[in-house]
């Protein structure tokens, strides 16, 4: 290798990009809300009703990163950023197929009922996991159906069930939150539902506002 | 900087995480944009490989670095995003490599990149640029390479090749341009 070669790597690797801060706030979010839930499962603690503002703050940058997510998902996209990729494909990119639209319908109302009415700590941490599961499985779904913007919401509702998840949440934030996951939830539903008329077709969720 | 990161005998702890992200996670981010080029991706790569390494924390080797252990995670979620994101897009290895710098999504992202080493990056194939990247810049050994995008040493080799030489031919060109 060469003085140019060794120059121009040299180069690249001091080629730092920095994250945007509400990227890196959302990581340090993330790994909070593992921590929390993993606390939860592996030592169940009694219940402590105490202010946690910064929780609640914490919870509200996640729903914040939620809601962008799906406003990305729901906005008009620019047609240049979502040519197909790969051309002789039957349907557009981020359409969704009309199975997946139908059990991801299943999935968000259940969800959205199980949110709603949700028991309180050790068994609310149960069911929120369960929950929790069930968005892996269709996040895995929409990746594999050519879906990665509905991949990317769904990928986005986790740190924030993760939240819901901890069974020392304050009963004023676990409510904030589930209004918070309830209100997007009905977003998506509604998304869908407004798509879900022609059921032969699949859907193209990435395209209309 | 090194000794603040490294970790004592116990695994990790959440504000050891806490710590190295806010000091080396532009380095993770840097490494995942420019394998996936796209800045959604990276941030997911991440924020993946952070829960991994997380729930992982107890197999972590104290003989390595936290950063770096992260940093490998974050790679490798990187490259499992960008073939969940293009399914075949290492598939060009086994025949003659078109430069798709002319895809208008890919004009976009360049745009957005802003940088002109990012943009150089962004005008060899998927294939080079991955294995220019893995090869010289993350260090990792051919068969490494090889093993990750499904191919054989040759292919990588003759990848990382034909990427030094257009990253030259575009550094040459951007040395031109300033004199």
Known sequence: ?????????????????????????????ALDAAAAAEATRDVPRPRVLQPSSFFLGMAMAAALALGIAIGF????????????????????????????????QVHFRDSRAQIMSLPEAQDRTMLVLRIIEQNRMFENAATSNDAPKLARVLRAFEPILLQLAADDLAPADAEALQAQLA?????????????????????????TT | MA??????????????????????????????????????????????????????????????RLDTWIHRIAVNAALNLLRKSRPGVFEALDS??????????????????????????????????????????????????SEEIGTNDGCVKQAVFRAVHKLRADMQHLERLES
């Open chain 1, 1 to 29: 290798m060469n003085d140019k070669t060794d120059d121009i790597i040299a180069a690249h690797r001091a080629d730092i990009h920095s994250p945007p801060p509400a990227t890196v706030q959302r990581w340090h979010d």
């Open chain 1, 73 to 104: 998902f729901v906005a008009d996209e620019d047609p240049v950023t979502e040519l197909p990729l790969v051309a002789e494909s039957p349907r557009p990119a981020n359409a969704v197929p009309g199975a997946l639209s139908r059990g991801l």
């Open chain 1, 183 to 207: 209100f997007e939830l009905n977003v998506m539903l509604t998304k869908l539902g407004a798509e879900s008329s022609d059921d032969t077709q699949p859907h193209d969720l990435g395209n």
């Open chain 2, 3 to 64: 000794a603040v990161i490294e970790i004592g005998s116990s695994p990790p702890s959440q504000a050891d995480f806490h710590r190295v992200i806010t000091q080396r996670s532009d380095r993770w981010y840097s490494a995942c944009l420019k394998i996936t080029r796209n800045p959604d991706l990276a941030a997911d790569a991440v924020q993946d490989a952070l829960l991994n390494a997380w729930r992982k924390r107890g197999q972590f080797r104290n003989t390595a």
């Open chain 2, 96 to 145: 003659d490599v078109e430069d798709d710098a002319d895809r208008p999504d890919q004009v976009l992202q360049d745009h957005e990149l802003e940088s002109d080493l990012a943009a150089s990056l962004a005008r060899l194939s998927e294939v080079e640029r991955v294995c220019f990247v893995l090869k010289h810049l993350e260090h990792w050994r051919t068969r490494e390479i």
